[in-house]
């Protein structure tokens, strides 16, 4: 039986979705979107919090484990998406100013990591702004 998992934890298996969806909006994820994944995690996303997964692991590794998984699975990234607005209606509290300001700061660099942004993921970082401006 599975234990369920703290909101908190969830959140950051959520922002794994979130970030593959930008990633993957123009069908293709390149070395340069997972480096600056990478990178946000191990400079921003890790000082959040000291909050631990079940493994004893920083629970921003989650972000990486699941966007690599959904990577290798090529899942399709507005499912992802769809997700990941699901939960931030479910959990608004979690969803602090400063959160916030980190997500769109993780988005933005991943669409701007490989030649500029495309068509694809400006459309998804429009959905993405407009997500973090509700209040619900």
Not at 55 to 68: C, G, P, R, T
Not at 85 to 104: A, D, G, S, V
Request: contains cysteine.
């Amino acid at each position: 039986m599975m234990t369920q998992q703290p909101p908190k934890l969830v959140l950051y298996q959520k922002l794994g979705e979130l970030f593959y969806a930008i990633a993957a909006a123009d069908k293709v994820i390149r070395k340069a979107e997972i480096d600056t994944l990478r990178t946000l995690v191990k400079t921003h996303w890790k000082n959040v919090e000291s909050l631990e997964d079940e493994f004893h692991s920083d629970a921003s590794y989650q972000i990486e484990i699941v966007f690599d998984w959904l990577d290798d699975k090529e899942v399709d990234p507005d499912e992802c998406f769809e997700d990941f607005k699901e939960f931030k209606k479910e959990h608004p509290k979690l969803f602090t100013t400063t959160i916030k300001k980190l997500i769109w700061k993780t988005a933005d660099s991943i669409a701007a990591s490989f030649a500029g942004k495309n068509k694809a993921e400006l459309i998804m970082l429009a959905k993405l702004k407009m997500l973090l401006q509700e209040d619900n």
